[in-house]
C-alpha cells in the first residue's frame, strides 16, 4: 500500500536535537582533556542507573574528568587510525569504544583508581531483561514489604496491583495474603516486566551498579594496558545478540506486511471477479 503523504510523525518531545556545534564542542572539550591528563581510562558500566553515574562524577569531579556520550564522537576524538589519532597511542584505545562505554581522564595513581572502582558497587532493583541471580520464592501468608525494617506486610490498597502482577492473593483481615507459596523467578531465567516490577514492590535488589575499568592509556609512554579482556569479549557478545534480535524482528515484520498486502490484493481481486 502506498504511504499517505498526510500520514507524518509529529515528535512532542521538546529536547532539541544534538547539532554539528554540539558534536564539534564535545571532540574539542575530549582532546584537551586528553591534553591536561596524564591517563585515559576506558570503562563500562554493568546495570546503567543515571543517579549512581551522577555519583561517580560527584566524587571524582576535582580530580578526574568522565566523559560518557556519543562513542562514535568520542572514538572520532580520538581518532580510530594512526594518522588521526590526537596523540600517539590512542587510536588503539578508541577502536575499543564501542557500546555503552565512557572516558575517564585523570592524573590518579593507576592502583588508586583500580581499587576505588573495585570497592564502589551499588545495588539496585532489576529491569526487564535481566537475569535472575537468585530463585525468589514468597510463602503462604501476608505478602511483606522487605526494604522496610522490619518487613511490614503490603497495605490493602495495594492489592489489586499484585494480583494484576500474578500474585492469587486474599484478604485476611485487611491485608494481601497468599493461601499458596509463589515463585516469582527463577535463578538464571530472565526477568519479564511483571516479575522485576513485583521484585521492586517487595524490595527485592538483585543487580549491582559497578564501573568496569577495561583499558588505560598512559600518555607518557602512548602505551595502552588492556585490564579486563573477558570483560570486552562479553559486551561484544552481548551486543551481536542484540542486533541479531533486532534483525529477526525487523525481518517478521516485514514479512507480515508482505503477507497482510497480499491478502489485500487478492480479496480487491475477488471483489472485482464477483461484482455483477
Not at 44 to 69: C, E, P, Q, Y
Not at 99 to 111: H, I, K, R
Amino acid at each position: 500500500m502506498p504511504r499517505s503523504k498526510r500520514s507524518k510523525v509529529v515528535s512532542l518531545t521538546k529536547v532539541s536535537k544534538k547539532t554539528r556545534e554540539h558534536k564539534g564542542a564535545l571532540i574539542e572539550e575530549v582532546q584537551a582533556n586528553a591534553d591536561k591528563y596524564r591517563y585515559c581510562w576506558l570503562f563500562g558500566v554493568g546495570a546503567m542507573r543515571n543517579t549512581h553515574l551522577k555519583t561517580v562524577r560527584k566524587l571524582w569531579k576535582d580530580s578526574a574528568r568522565i566523559f560518557f556520550g556519543r562513542a562514535a564522537v568520542m572514538a572520532k576524538a580520538l581518532g580510530k587510525t594512526v594518522e588521526e589519532e590526537h596523540k600517539t597511542g590512542l587510536h588503539k584505545l578508541a577502536q575499543q569504544i564501542k557500546g555503552q562505554v565512557g572516558l575517564l581522564f585523570t592524573d590518579s595513581e593507576p592502583s588508586e583508581v583500580t581499587e576505588w572502582f573495585d570497592d564502589f558497587q551499588q545495588p539496585d532493583f532489576a529491569r526487564a531483561g535481566n537475569t535472575a541471580s537468585k530463585t525468589i520464592i514468597l510463602p503462604v501468608g501476608p505478602v511483606m514489604q522487605r526494604h522496610s525494617h522490619p518487613p511490614e506486610p503490603f497495605p490493602h490498597n495495594e492489592d489489586p496491583q499484585l494480583r494484576k502482577l500474578g500474585l492469587t492473593t486474599t484478604m485476611n483481615r485487611g491485608v494481601p495474603t497468599l493461601t499458596s507459596p509463589h515463585k516469582i523467578c527463577e535463578k538464571g531465567k530472565t526477568l519479564t516486566p511483571e516479575q522485576a516490577q513485583l521484585l521492586k514492590l517487595i524490595g527485592e535488589k538483585m543487580v549491582v551498579f559497578r564501573v568496569a575499568l577495561l583499558a588505560r592509556w598512559d600518555s607518557a609512554t602512548g602505551e595502552v594496558t588492556q585490564m579486563d579482556p573477558q570483560l570486552i569479549s562479553n559486551r561484544t557478545k552481548l551486543k551481536t545478540r542484540r542486533r541479531t534480535k533486532k534483525r529477526t524482528r525487523r525481518w517478521m515484520n516485514e514479512d507480515f506486511s508482505i503477507a497482510l498486502s497480499c491478502s489485500i490484493i487478492a480479496a480487491m481481486i475477488r471483489c472485482i471477479i464477483l461484482a455483477p
